[in-house]
Nanobody
């Protein structure tokens, strides 16, 4: 069974930064890709097991997805946050056998 636990959300002013973490139960090497999505399952960023990344256009240049295989954790560094980034952010992991989701973490960007 796969468990994904997100953390790092919160309230931040426009222009601020947050770093989200997604800790997986067990090795993340087994996943073909991991990623971050936000409400309505909009793709934000993904990273493959080989380290290739992909971003939605609205976050390019502001967000960075990365992985620490030793800690079984994927991160989303979010800089220059905008009010439109406000959402619940979900971590996802997938293989050819299935797809798993975390419980979500709220990010609110407001002055």
């Amino acid at each position: 069974q796969v468990q994904l636990v997100e953390s790092g959300g919160g309230l931040v002013q426009p222009g601020g930064s947050l770093r989200l973490s997604c800790a997986a139960s067990g090795s993340i090497f087994r996943f073909d890709a991991m990623g971050w999505y936000r409400q309505e399952r909009e793709l934000v960023a993904t990273i493959t097991s080989g380290g290739s990344t992909n971003y939605v256009d609205s976050v390019k240049g502001r967000f960075t997805i990365s992985r620490d295989n030793a800690k079984n954790t994927v991160y989303l560094q979010m800089n220059n946050l905008k009010p439109e980034d406000t959402a619940v952010y979900y971590c996802n992991a997938r293989t050819t056998m299935g797809s798993w989701w975390g419980q979500g973490t709220q990010v609110t960007v407001s002055s």
